[in-house]
């Protein structure tokens, strides 16, 4: 016999998503102990579990789940066999559609671009305190990308307006906003992607004294601090709109410890992701939950509808970004990103997208 826990890491499947099958009738544990609940499998089961986490991944709905588990071990395997090519069928219809759909938004796309100048090609010069500059690149630089099918993602925002200067950088997984305030000359807005690398050069001038001159002529942006300079080409793309993106729905707030969290997330218990991450490796993800005292506490599993999954390395690198004893926690519905945020500005913070244990 197997334990749920077993049965999840042997068969692909999470506990949650065993828990869901139980109670949908797909696959029932052979045996649940009275005393404490315990759900216990047995051997016959391995296979089944294997079975329904591949057409669990093929997308194929709950239904149809249950009629090929249910044929699986007949001798008649024609139902079987009609209900996967059904489903087949339907998937390329489906991309058959979307297709369609994304040819469509293409085109709306084509007639949406404009001749006219844009931020990011615009000229400005913006001066700022060094130690402003250099805590505003240590906030987001953790969060830039590296995947190569995403060019535009490879290096981080800097949004320049008014007096003030923006960074921010995402993955798609995290993002992570800076602003850091200064001069400009008055000029229209402008926007410019600086690639890693040179915004690692640019982090290298920077120390905690004087002020520094950035300046964006085009796609051209340099750095000067005294003699020294770092300049470079920006990234020739566009960067999806930030402000749209750190619109989250209210939720609960949590000022926590950050070496206190940081241990617990670090000797904690671990879930492993079902979908693999940026890097191929399926993540490792904490389970947080903020109980009703205030305090955030690492849980074994999801049970609870108020807790919340996280990429736990993600969580790790975006607490010490924060660069504070205490940082407040804000999290809305499970399905919701996870905002880290100071406690002395709203103005810098990171956000976590949550991964979903049954998915």
């Given at each position: 016999m197997r334990s749920i826990g077993e049965m999840a890491r042997s068969s692909g499947l999470s506990v949650s998503a065993l828990r869901f099958y139980d109670g949908a009738g797909v696959l029932v544990p052979a045996r649940v102990d009275p005393v404490n609940g315990y759900r216990w499998y047995g051997p016959e089961q391995f296979e089944e579990a294997r079975l329904l986490a591949r057409l669990r991944r093929a997308g194929m709905p709950l239904a149809d789940l249950r009629l090929v588990l249910a044929g699986w071990s007949s001798t008649d395997t024609e139902l079987v066999r009609r209900l996967l090519q059904?489903?087949?069928?339907?998937?390329?219809?489906?991309?058959?559609d979307a297709r369609r759909?994304?040819?469509?938004v293409r085109a709306l796309l084509d007639h949406k671009e404009s001749p006219m100048t844009s931020p990011r090609t615009a000229t400005a010069r913006f001066t700022v305190a060094a130690c402003e500059m250099a805590a505003a690149l240590d906030a987001v630089r953790f969060a830039a990308s590296t995947d190569p099918d995403l060019p535009m993602l490879g290096g981080v925002l800097l949004d320049i307006e008014g007096g003030s200067l923006h960074a921010v950088a995402t993955d798609r997984y995290r993002m992570a906003v800076a602003r850091a305030r200064g001069t400009g000359d008055g000029a229209p807005r402008a926007q410019i992607i600086v690639p890693s690398p040179l915004a690692d050069a640019m982090r290298a001038l920077l120390s905690d004294r004087g002020s520094v001159q950035l300046t964006v002529e085009g796609n051209h942006v340099a750095l000067e601090a005294g003699a020294r300079q770092a300049a470079g080409q920006c990234l020739d793309h566009d960067f999806p709109d930030y402000r749209r993106l750190v619109r989250l729905p209210a939720g609960a707030r949590a000022l926590v410890d950050v070496p206190a969290l940081r241990e617990a997330v670090e000797t904690g218990p671990v879930r492993i992701a079902e979908a693999r991450g940026p890097s191929g490796v399926s993540p490792r993800l904490s389970v947080l939950k903020v109980g009703g005292d205030g305090t955030v506490a690492v849980c074994a599993d999801d049970d609870?509808?108020?807790?919340?999954?996280?990429?736990?390395?993600?969580?790790?690198?975006?607490?010490?970004?924060?660069?504070?004893d205490q940082l407040i926690l804000e999290f809305g519905a499970p399905t919701a990103p996870m905002a880290i945020r100071r406690t002395d500005t709203e103005d810098t913070?990171?956000?976590?997208?949550p991964v979903r244990l049954d998915a």
């Open positions: 059904t489903h087949l069928n339907r998937l390329e219809r489906d991309l058959s759909e994304l040819s469509t609870d509808s108020d807790s919340v999954a996280v990429n736990r390395d993600f969580l790790l690198h975006a607490l010490a970004a924060g660069a504070r913070f990171s956000i976590l997208m």
